[in-house]
C-alpha cells in the first residue's frame, strides 16, 4: 500500500521555464511533508517542506503547494536552471498515531532540465 | 556542519559473503535509519533504530540485519549476500526532538553482488 505517490516517474524542461513535481498521499494522519532532492552517487539532500497548517511555503526558486482536502501537493522551481537536474522525493510524517514522525518517502521524479 | 558518513562509497562482494555496511553520525542523532534505493522503487526502508541497542524492521528486512551499539554507530548486515541484493543504500539519522523536520543522508554505498 503505497501511501505517497509520485506518479510521475520523470519530467523534462526547458532551462528558464517552470518545473511541478506532483506528489500525492492517502494517510490523513500526516500532517508534515518534505521534498529532497538526490544526485547520483549522492545522498538525498532536503529541499523544503511545509505543514499541514499552511497551504504554501517558499524558498527562493522553490515554492511547495499544499492542498489538504485532495490529499496534493506539489513543488515548483522557477525559474529552472541545468543544475536542477535530479531526482526529487516526496516524503511525509504523522506526528500522532504513532509513527513517531517516520517518513515516507514517494518513489521519486527525474527531473531533467535541459539548456 | 552536521554528518552522515558510510564507510564506504563503492563495493563489490561476491555471493554468499557476509557484508557489513557501517555509518556514523557526528550530531548526537537518537535515531537512525537504513534505506536501499532501486530504479523505480525509491526508497525502502530496511531498518531503524530508535536509540542505543534498540531496532526495528522496516519495510524489507529480509536477508537483513543491524547493530547499534554506540549510539553514533548504526551497522548494516547482509547475512550472505544475494544478487538481488545489489543497490544503493542509504544511510541517514535524525534528532528527536527535531525529527519531524526530516531526515539527514550519508552520501550513500554502491553495493554490487556478484
Redesign the interface.
Known sequence: DQQVK?NS?SLSVQEGRISILNCDYTNSMFD?F?W?K?YP??????LI?ISSIKDKNEDGRFTVFLNKSAKHLSLHIVPSQPGDSAVY?C?A?A?SGGS????T????TLLTVNP | DVK?TQSS?YLVKRTGEKVFLECVQDMDHENMFWYR?DP????R?IY?S?DVKMKEKGDIPEGYSVSREKKERFSLILESASTNQTSMY?C?S?SLWT??????????T?LTVV
Open positions: 509520485q516517474p508534515y518534505l529532497y538526490k552517487a549522492e545522498g538525498p539532500t532536503f517542506s522525493f516524503a510524517s506526528s513517531n514522525y517516520k517518513l518517502f514517494g518513489k521519486g | 552522515v562509497r534505493q523505480g522503487l525509491g526508497l526502508l531503524f530508535y542509504l541517514a535524525r525529527g519531524r523536520y526530516g531526515y539527514t543522508f550519508g552520501s550513500g554502491r
